[in-house]
């Protein structure tokens, strides 16, 4: 019986584990150990790399950071050297690919740091596995196609060109293809019946659901099987990731939804805490923060990954990025040379406005995307247990409107709507007007005066009842020219309720709970309201109806209120390419983390007062290759903390750095970056971004000639000289002309494309 052997995933978090040989998750039986019991052997995994073979020793206390914490500790059997995880050891012959071994040893697993690795009858003792020369190729192949498959190698067997369907997974053994259970099982537990898609199928939904690295995958197999016949896998991951898994979708669940168990599942959706917590954390530090690197370093996917982190940890663990999203806690938006305060912040609109006389162009006060998202966040800073319901219907852009409810004198029509939640109005009874245009109803109007007041005042207001009011449009009950005496939220679209006096209603959720009657004379910009029926409050906006509940509310939040508040983002993209200054005016100042919520400016356009609530995280991304940290506003970089997202080698290590086992991607990339900081500076270094998503020699040579060279002639533009220093002499001629190199490897072990892509990280630039 073979020994027993893991896999054990160690973080440059806690690199003092692999000097000292231990791994400190607290004492024996913590999940975090797996299975792994005393005399097994682990492979120790270090940034995508297999450095060692250890043995579990013993359990004992170790000193961390002032404090003894309980850990395993192991003896060193054997050292590796330049093992890849996904490339090399996912592939070697004797390891059998279960879930374990194509998913969870590269993914983030809750709670476990050891993966328990199958293996077959005739594996070497782990002391005696070498990984180079001992490895198996991974095929996508026509049934009829022969690739030079040598014994171990692995095909998904595709039926024809024309569909393209998946019809199993074969080992080749002794000459011949056997069904290979592991995986072939694996693939049909993933994919349901009436779910096995063709690999056709499977790029329209990559389309469809925005998996721009899987559609490239299958586009390429596409492509290599209608050349070739063939297509060959880097690694069993990405095949099982971007093919056999199928298609994956990741359903928005709701804070209420507990999240699934991971301890038996893939893992591929899990959020590398360990990466981006530090950068979560920082939001509790400074809820203004901008990331900055040279381009292709993943800048906006860190910005999810950070949001997602923060949802977990401080606000509900089974919250996430995408339920923040799907709720419209995220605003995205891109700075330009061109974007402006009016659109960030507010300003001044042409609007078309009718009256008697016909239409006139008027001028109005209009938000900007960060105050409205200012309002959204605020709400929550006023939400109780009691008002909860009728403040999530509030929404940034909903409008405000007075109503009349009878006579004043007469309280019954007020106090009917109050009792049965809803507002109504009398004119055309007997009249469904629900597909009624202002035209027709001034043509049923007609010359009738029992309704008192002009006929076109008249049309206007039951148009704007019928037609222009919008579920979570805020109502305003008319009690004097400067009072109102009752506030609500609409909740229904109009409704037709026969022959009653007042037949034409709306559902509303009333404030009851507000102290009236409230003064509104200050927010409607010291405008008396007039007896017209039903008109909109054009000078009001969500942010007065906010203050209003604020200042009336007899209660304030209760501790366990603020437990639940929701915390809002706002991601800007290529911030440093905007006029800062310009775009952010007084918010200078106001999203100061001391001056959040108590601190009020008046705004030039509006002429109230703005403030930005605390539950508001403004996160920023910066290209430093277009613009030097230096050159942003000295007034922002006081107010934000900065974050360097580097060039990250270990990310194409994990994610499998090798092409056509020739190109190692992640030393190609960093020994580029070194050239280019000698030459040029950090700021331009090439990000890890460019390389990810490339599986064949082709892509590779597509990536290389049409996105690193042209930017690399966009750095060095008539540099002939430090163009070759950098990516070499042979891709380039005596005037600095690109030359193209050949693919087909001929007599040499190499094309003369791999050869010179290899000289760059092996050899000297000019070699």
């Known amino acids: ?55 579990a020793r013993e359990y004992a206390k170790v000193r961390r950071e002032g404090k003894e914490i309980g850990a395993l500790l192991f003896d060193e059997v054997k050292i590796f050297d330049d093992v890849s995880v996904t490339n090399e050891f996912t592939r070697y012959k004797h390891f059998i690919h279960d879930l374990n071994l194509v998913n969870k040893i590269t993914k983030s697993v809750k709670n476990l740091g050891f993966i328990p690795i199958k293996t077959s009858e005739n594996c070497p003792l782990p002391e005696d596995i070498e990984f180079k020369d001992n490895l198996v190729d991974v095929y996508i192949a026509l049934e009829e196609t022969d690739a030079g498959f040598k014994a171990g190698d692995i095909r998904v067997v595709i039926n024809n060109l024309d569909e393209m369907r998946i019809n199993g997974v074969e080992r080749f053994e002794d000459r011949v293809f056997h069904t290979y259970n592991e995986f072939n099982n694996l693939y049909l537990e993933r994919n349901k019946v009436g779910e096995r898609y063709t690999i056709k199928e499977l ?11 899987k559609k490239t995958f299958l586009t390429n197999v596409i492509d290599e099987l209608r050349e070739k016949g063939f297509f060959r896998v880097s690694n069993p991951i990405t095949l099982y990731d971007n093919l056999l898994v199928g298609r994956r979708r990741s359903p928005v669940k709701t804070v209420n939804e507990k999240s699934p168990a991971t301890g038996n599942g893939d893992a591929e959706n899990m959020v590398d805490d360990e990466t981006y917590g530090p950068f979560a954390s920082l939001l509790q530090f400074n809820p203004n923060l901008i990331l900055y690197g ?45 974007y402006a305060y009016e659109e960030f912040i507010e300003g001044i609109r042409p609007v078309l406005e009718e009256n008697e006389a016909g239409d006139k162009v008027g001028y109005r006060v209009e938000n900007g995307l960060f105050k409205e998202h200012c309002m959204n966040a605020e709400k929550e800073l006023i939400k109780r247990e009691s008002n909860v319901g009728y403040v999530e219907k509030i929404r940034a852009g909903s409008a405000v409107w007075k109503v009349s409810l009878g006579d004043r004198k007469d309280t019954s029509v007020y106090n009917e709507c109050l009792q049965d939640n809803h507002i109504a109005i009398g004119f055309l009874r007997g009249e469904d007007i629900s597909e009624f245009s202002v035209e027709e109803i001034m043509e049923k109007l007609g010359d009738k005066s029992e309704y008192g007041g002009k006929p076109t005042q008249n049309a206007n207001t039951i148009n704007a009842f019928v037609n222009e009011m919008t579920v979570g449009d805020v109502v305003l009950v008319y009690d004097s020219p400067q009072t109102i005496r009752m506030m609500g939220v609409i909740k229904s679209d109009y409704q037709f309720q026969g022959d009653g006096h007042y037949p034409h209603r709306r559902e509303v959720d009333w404030f009851k709970d507000l102290q009236y009657p409230i003064n509104i004379h200050q927010y409607n910009g010291h405008k008396n309201l007039t007896m017209k029926t039903v008109y909109q409050l054009n000078r009001m906006d969500v942010s007065d109806i906010i203050e209003m509940i604020r200042e009336q509310s007899p209660e304030q939040q209760s501790i366990e209120d603020k437990r639940f508040v929701k915390p809002y983002y706002m991601v800007i993209d290529e911030i440093n390419r905007g006029n800062i200054a310009k775009i952010f005016g007084e918010l200078i100042t106001l999203i100061e983390q001391d001056k959040r919520g108590s601190m009020r400016c008046v705004l030039p356009y509006s002429r109230k007062e703005f403030s930005v609530p605390g539950n508001l995280y403004v996160i920023g991304t910066m290209n430093t290759a277009d613009r030097s940290l230096a050159t942003i506003d000295t007034a922002l970089r006081r107010r934000f903390t900065f974050v360097e997202i580097e060039p990250d080698p270990n990310v194409l290590n994990n994610a499998g750095p090798l092409v056509n086992d020739t190109i190692d991607l992640a030393k190609l990339m960093d020994a580029l970056n070194k050239r280019i900081e000698a030459n040029y500076d950090r700021d331009h270094r090439i990000g890890h971004a460019y390389f990810m998503g490339i599986e064949t020699l082709n892509s590779l040579y597509q990536t290389w000639y049409y996105r690193i060279l042209p930017l690399l002639s966009e750095y060095f533009y008539n540099d002939a000289t430090t163009l070759k220093t950098i990516a070499g002499n042979a891709f380039y001629d005596e ?7 050949s693919r087909g490897k001929g007599d040499s072990p190499y094309s003369p494309f791999e050869a010179a892509l290899r000289s760059i990280y092996l050899e000297k630039p000019n070699a």
């Open 1 to 55: 019986m073979s020994q027993r052997i893991f896999l054990g995933k160690f973080t440059k978090k806690f690199d003092d584990q692999i000097s000292g040989r231990y791994y400190a998750a607290g004492d024996q039986g913590n999940p975090w150990y797996g299975e792994v019991e005393l005399g097994d052997q682990v492979f120790i995994a270090y940034e995508g790399k297999i450095i060692a073979l250890w043995k």
């Open 294 to 338: 040279p381009p292709g370093t993943g800048k906006t996917y860190a910005t999810e990954q950070i949001i997602d982190v923060f949802e977990r940890h401080y606000y509900n663990e089974n919250s996430g990025y995408g339920v923040a999203e799907a709720e419209g806690r995220v605003k995205n938006i891109t700075f330009h040379q061109a």
């Open 735 to 741: 005037n600095g002309n690109v030359r193209h190199l």
């Open 203 to 213: 790029n329209h939904y990559a389309t469809q659901d925005n998996a721009s690295q």
